[in-house]
């Protein structure tokens, strides 16, 4: 098991402006789907997110899919939903992936199996996300299992989790924040951010309580492909607020050259988070569309190294 720090880590505990973004692996058992979207990323983030199951629709594992994005050079970010594990699998796959050499785990409590394509599936939901992260920096720093047995060779793990500043209530989000970093949480990845006048007020709630200086907070930043997709989003996707000028503007051009207006969105939208104080980096979910991630983090210039 690789004892050393994942880039990750490094870039962010080094002082630098991070930039990840999340690979959403195959319906199927083809490595080449991954290796496809490492090519795009590769070079141009520090680390990459594969999601777990997202929409409680199935795909390949993300341990798998990680193990893949590793072989082509990239830092991979595990996330792992407590929706399909008891703490007996849980605990087992961060074994896993530690012994694999995947040092990034993301804790998350997991969509609901209703929307996705197993709606009759059983949850299990044994751990929420919050406990989730307690158990895996128990495991790393204290070297035991939750049920109190020692860990035979303890996982190197750098533990994440999500934040909604955007979700209601919008007054227990920086408290329900506070108890993740209590929790173990050294790294946020946040919702999408559109509305950055709200995002400033969760903010300035961060860096009141201090926060931000125990946690590394990564802003989440979608690039928006349409003006059909930004009105869905506004409607449909829970903890979404895209104020109706992003919308309009999106309209106010032709179709074929809406992407292109998505990502001046996305650009401008991480210009203004680079001067948030108490940023330390963005994710961007460019769900499906791995091939606009180089195009924002040139226009933004945050080309790596």
Request: proline letters at 4%.
């Amino acid at each position: 098991m690789s004892q050393t720090k994942s880039n990750l880590q490094t870039t962010l505990e080094a002082g630098k402006f991070a930039v990840t973004a999340e690979a959403g692996p195959p319906r199927g058992a083809k490595p080449e789907v991954v290796r496809e979207k490492a090519k795009i990323l590769k070079g141009f983030v520090d680390a990459c997110n594969v999601t777990d199951n997202q929409t409680s629709v199935v795909r390949m594992c993300s341990m798998a899919a990680c193990k893949i994005l590793q072989e082509e050079g990239l830092d991979a970010v595990m996330q792992m939903v407590c929706r399909d594990r008891n703490r007996i699998a849980a605990q087992s796959d961060i074994l896993g992936a530690a012994s694999l050499g995947i040092a990034n785990l993301l804790c998350l409590s997991g969509d609901h199996q209703v929307f996705g394509d197993h709606p009759q599936a059983k949850n299990v939901f044994d751990l929420d996300s919050i406990q989730l992260l307690k158990v895996a920096k128990t495991m790393r720093d204290e070297s035991k299992f939750a049920g109190g047995k020692d860990v035979d060779g303890p996982p190197a793990i750098f533990i994440g989790a999500v934040a909604n500043p955007f979700a209601d209530p919008f007054k227990i989000q920086v408290p329900r924040l506070a108890k993740k970093v209590a929790a173990g949480a050294q790294f946020i990845q946040t919702q999408c951010i559109f509305n950055l006048d709200k995002f400033e007020e969760f903010m300035k709630g961060v860096r009141d309580r201090g926060l931000d200086k125990k946690t590394y907070i990564l802003a989440g930043v979608i690039p928006l492909r349409s003006a059909t997709m930004a009105e869905y989003m506004a409607a449909k996707v829970a903890g979404t607020d895209i104020p109706i000028a992003y919308i309009e503007r999106l309209k106010g051009v032709e179709k074929k050259k809406q992407k292109q207006e998505g990502i001046k969105i996305a650009v401008e939208t991480i210009q203004k988070l680079k001067e948030v104080k108490g940023v330390r980096g963005v994710h961007i979910m460019a769900i499906e569309w791995e091939e606009a991630v180089p195009e924002i983090v040139q226009q933004a210039k945050l080309v790596r190294k």
